[in-house]
């Protein structure tokens, strides 16, 4: 039998199903290789116990032929959706021990078709950041390592050598999926914060379309951004995943009521007919050969199975990565003001309440975050908002419609690189200028500005054997071409193997 | 546009963040390092263009103007770092 690890949740859905192994069997199995990985800090909270008691409940529900349809599935979790009764940090030490009364629609929806939670992870602080180095739980370790790097764990089980990053922000849920911890995750993605690491780690991972999934009970960055979605091991896995993670809330008035589709019923559709389209911006000035090659090559499967491939253009893509980060950071200066030090987490003592507010905020929030806050105050300060505020908000709707044109040509879905380049080791990138680590960004942030849904797929390696992958964007509320889209990359490109556990 | 180390001082205490002396410069350099990046949408021409207002085109939801939860402060204090009587306790702010 293959090792429980190792298999798809469409694998371990079937295999449950047939009685070949119980919830309980496939939760220990993660259990077990969880342990065995603390080395790479994927998962900044186990819940063991939690775990196998929601493994025995799916057992009996199977049993007496109840079965939702994420049965007994282990899955990892987000550190930025609410857990009741478990820890939820958002990867900053301002929170400290906050235990939330109440559980994140998205999680209470996996619950309640029966998945089993196997902990909380690891994350970039308050979602922002393109690496996981922002996390105050410290670094998530890449399980991949460049071809002939002495990347290894010591005498003690630390990690030696100079590791890869996972990419961020939801670098512990693609680090858990890719070293086999977990048969999915939860992430978030405020402007690729899901497709990068996807694409990072050689997994699949899919931003629905803003308003898909319900925003209530997840720690909140950049409101008219943020979007939830799975990463997993397979495209059909997300499709899986993302049915049960989606639907509408009374609670969150910017969750739509639509009904969702069977987005698993849609994987095998196929692209006979559809019409794909290439953005001429995207190919920027120092691309490498390499990812202009897999980007050709991906355009060609497509046309393959029977697509068909235009170019489009989408003239203000260059200003969609400038734009993000005034409107990201004034939406994350307003949702963070909440940290007080009054209503919970860290308080610092000071002499007035200004004084306890600021003191609190200084020692409860890392660089990142504080120079978001910053800059987002700055942009929304008097005499500045028209300027840079009001001025983004105009260039976003120029972004949008640039979209809107292209769609309204015929073209179904767009094809991109997903990321500029693969993953980077610690330490390698941004510590002196923190533009140089927003530049990851470049290809995925468009989307949500837009409020576009966008799947990363592998699609190859690079000359270090590290993962690339390739981004679909589809059309508002369109994520079933998408999924059809991205099955045609994943038959085409074939599984990635994935690393094998030098960690444990 | 740039700002000077004034300015830095002002945008943190607006932001409810406590700077040292330490922090003052490598902050305005990295603030610095943004505001340069983000000058190049002075290029776009937005002229009669609606900012953005919401990004997918619905009505919003409403609901029955109602009280539907409360009535447990218990679980709304759980997590306040420091309380009293069921309330939020903080330095004191009228003299």
Redo the contacts between chains.
């Keep these: 039998m293959t090792e429980l690890t190792h298999l798809t949740i469409a694998e371990a859905r079937d295999g449950l199903k047939a009685k070949n192994f119980s919830a309980t069997e496939l939760t220990k199995a993660h259990i077990d290789a969880i342990e065995k990985a603390r080395a790479l800090n994927a998962y900044v909270l186990e819940t063991p116990e939690k775990a196998l008691a929601m493994a025995k409940a799916s057992d009996e529900r199977i049993a007496k032929g109840q079965a939702g349809s994420l049965e007994g599935i282990p899955l990892g979790i987000k550190d930025l959706f609410c857990t009741k009764d478990v820890v939820s940090t958002a990867g900053s030490k301002i929170l ?4 939330p ?1 109440y559980e994140s629609t998205v999680t209470q929806n996996l619950w309640n078709d029966g998945a089993v939670m196997l902990g909380k992870l690891n994350m970039d602080e308050f979602a922002m950041g393109s690496s996981n180095e922002t996390s105050a739980f410290g670094p998530v370790v890449s399980p991949w390592r460049r071809e002939g790097s002495n990347v290894s764990t010591g005498p003690s089980g630390a990690i030696e050598g100079t590791h890869l990053v996972p990419g961020g922000s939801s670098g512990g849920s693609a680090a858990a999926v890719a070293a086999h911890l977990c048969l999915g995750a939860t992430a978030t993605d405020t402007g690729g914060s899901i497709r990068q690491p996807a694409a990072f780690t050689g997994t699949v991972g899919i931003k629905p ?3 898909r999934c319900s925003r209530w009970g997840t720690v909140a960055f950049a409101s ?2 943020d979007q939830a979605g799975p990463i997993t091991r397979t495209v059909r896995d997300s499709a899986i995943m993302l049915r049960s993670m989606s639907g509408p809330d ?1 609670k969150d ?2 969750c ?2 639509l009904p969702v589709p069977d987005f698993e019923a849609a994987v095998s559709r196929g692209v006979k007919g559809l019409k794909i389209g290439i953005p001429k911006e995207y190919r920027v000035d120092g691309m490498s050969s390499e990812i202009e090659a897999l980007w050709h090559q991906g355009a060609e499967w497509l046309r393959e199975a029977g697509a068909e491939i235009v170019e489009v253009s989408l003239p ?1 893509t ?2 969609a990565l ?2 993000y ?2 409107v990201a950071p004034a939406e994350a ?1 307003s949702n963070l ?1 909440r940290y ?8 610092e ?11 609190s ?2 020692a409860g ?1 890392g660089r990142e975050v ?2 978001r ?3 987002g ?2 942009v929304l ?1 008097a005499g500045y908002y028209d ?2 505020y ?9 972004i ?1 419609q640039d979209f809107e044109k292209v769609y309204a040509e015929g073209v179904h879905a767009i094809l991109t690189p997903a990321t500029p380049s693969a993953a980077f080791g610690i330490g390698e990138k941004g510590s002196g ?3 140089e680590m ?1 530049l990851n960004d470049i290809f995925t942030v468009t989307v949500n ?3 576009l849904p966008g799947i990363a797929v592998p699609a190859g390696l690079d000359a270090q054997g590290l993962p690339l992958g390739l981004q679909l964007i589809g059309r ?1 509320f369109d994520e079933e071409t998408l999924f059809a889209t991205g099955q045609v990359i994943e038959d085409a490109a074939g599984h990635l193997a994935l690393p094998q556990p030098w960690w444990a | 546009m740039s700002v000077d180390q004034k300015t830095v001082r002002r945008i943190a205490h607006l932001a409810r963040i406590a700077v040292t002396d330490e922090d003052v410069p490598h902050l305005q350099g990295e603030l610095n390092a943004i505001l340069s990046f983000v000058e190049q949408l002075n290029e776009v021409n937005v002229e009669g263009v609606e900012p953005m207002t919401s990004v997918t085109p619905m009505t919003m939801k409403k609901r029955q103007d109602g009280v539907t939860d409360g009535e447990y402060p218990e679980k709304v204090l759980r997590n306040a770092p420091v309380t009293e009587d069921n309330f939020f306790v903080v330095p004191k702010v009228v003299e």
Excluded at chain 1, 349 to 359: Q, S, T
Aim: no cysteine; proline share 4%; glycine share 8%.
């Design positions: 400290g021990n906050f235990n009364a379309t803003y308003g008219s951004l009374p008035t910017t739509v009521d203000h260059k200003y400038p734009a980060y005034i200066s003001a007080d030090g009054v209503r919970y987490g860290l308080r003592n000071g002499r007035d309440i200004v004084d306890l507010y600021e003191k905020r200084a929030f504080k120079r806050i910053m800059i105050t700055y300060s300027a840079y009001v001025r983004a908000q105009k260039i976003r709707t120029l949008k200028d923190p533009v927003y500005m837009a409020g508002a």
